[in-house]
């Protein structure tokens, strides 16, 4: 059976969003290949492509989007659980589930806003975890760009490795939780500061209790 016209419309607006999420630099070709095509050329689309979609009225969508939580929110709030690797003021940096290569890494600003206003602290993150990458994983080269998801930007970090094609694959939980052990970034441990004042602190007052001492030439 024919996609019917109105749920043509609605499968071609959640692929564009979909699309939107990719970071590869055909996807504008993509979203005006996908707005070209007819009913029967859609459904011929997504068979090939293994796509399911599903077929809400216009006005339902519009009302989900308009009260939907970006998912992006819910996962820097705890509510969608993750596999994150490193944090500071500003973002968190998730491994990407559906990763185009080993190592492919999320940053998330923890408050939404456009990826043109995104605070530098985003980005120190981004490239601190370039590094880690670099260092335990040893790609060839590592790719960073930006995009956005439900209006909510992120940045992907995506290692590249010699003979190897990106292709986004689900990764398994033992391979995520063993790359999290491998690339986590933990927090400096601020009790040796702490112990230093106090030391520090101890020796002054020690001083301070000292009489002090002069000495003359005869």
């Not at 993509?30 to 796509?51: A, C, G, S, V």
């Not at 599903?54 to 519009?62: G, P, R, Y």
């Not at 940096?93 to 939404?112: M, R």
Request: charged share 30%.
């Amino acid at each position: 059976m024919v996609i019917s016209k109105e749920n043509a419309e609605i499968i071609k607006k959640q692929l564009l969003q979909q699309i939107e999420t990719l970071p590869t630099e055909n996807k504008g070709k993509l979203k005006e290949y996908i707005k070209t095509l007819n009913e029967e050329q859609l459904e011929e689309f997504l068979k090939q492509n293994n796509i399911q979609t599903t077929t809400k009225s216009q006005n339902q969508v519009q009302s989900e989007d308009e009260n939907e939580k970006p998912i992006f929110q819910s996962i820097v709030e705890g509510e969608i659980p993750s596999y994150q690797i490193a944090e500071n003021k500003e973002a968190i940096a998730i491994l990407e589930l559906n990763p185009l290569s080993l190592g492919h890494t999320i940053i998330i600003p923890k408050k939404q806003t456009t990826v043109e206003k995104l605070p530098k602290q985003v980005f120190n993150l981004a490239q601190k975890v370039s590094k880690k990458i670099k260092i335990k994983l040893k790609p060839h080269d590592i790719k960073i760009e930006t995009s956005s998801f439900q209006d909510y930007p992120m940045i992907n970090i995506i290692p590249i490795y010699k003979n190897k094609s990106l292709q986004k694959i689900k990764a398994e939980t033992k391979q995520l939780e063993e790359l999290k052990s491998k690339l986590e970034i933990k927090k400096r441990n601020r009790t040796i500061s702490v112990k230093r004042k106090q030391n520090t602190n101890k020796n002054k007052k020690i001083k301070s209790n000292l009489k002090e001492i002069s000495f003359r030439i005869p």
